[in-house]
């Protein structure tokens, strides 16, 4: 059974920074590329950042790029996501995502399985 479960989640002031954990199970990480979205209230969900099969190619939202980094170990199944200097519209959830792929692709369409999310929020 695949899955993914994410961690890392809390309440931070506005500059203050946390790191999401993405834990895969259930499949090989190595054969999909990975990708970390969000959905704040009353919005829909957007693409924040995703990485490819190796973690050759990465990619981010215009709104997060210079204060997000992702990153993965396939040996620990994990894939993170950290976050620096955030906002309170950085409020969100905060799902990550497998979509199988050849090659170093990476985006976010198509993804084959979700995890439940972790909840964000920048406030003082």
């Known amino acids: 059974q695949p899955q993914l479960a994410e961690s890392g989640g809390g309440l931070v002031q506005p500059g203050g920074s946390l790191r999401l954990s993405c834990v895969v199970s259930?499949?090989?990480?190595?054969?999909?590329?990975i990708g970390w979205f969000r959905q704040a209230p009353g919005k829909e969900r957007e693409g924040v950042s995703c990485i490819s099969r190796s973690g050759g190619r990465t990619t981010y939202a215009d709104s997060v790029k210079g204060r997000f980094t992702i990153s993965r170990d396939n040996a620990k199944n994990t894939v993170y996501l950290q976050m620096n200097s955030l906002k309170p519209e950085d409020t969100a959830v905060y799902y990550c995502a497998a979509v199988v792929r050849l090659g170093e692709s990476c985006d976010y369409y198509g993804m084959n399985y979700w995890g439940k999310g972790t909840l964000v929020t920048v406030s003082s």
């Open positions: 259930g499949f090989r990480l190595d054969y999909y590329a």
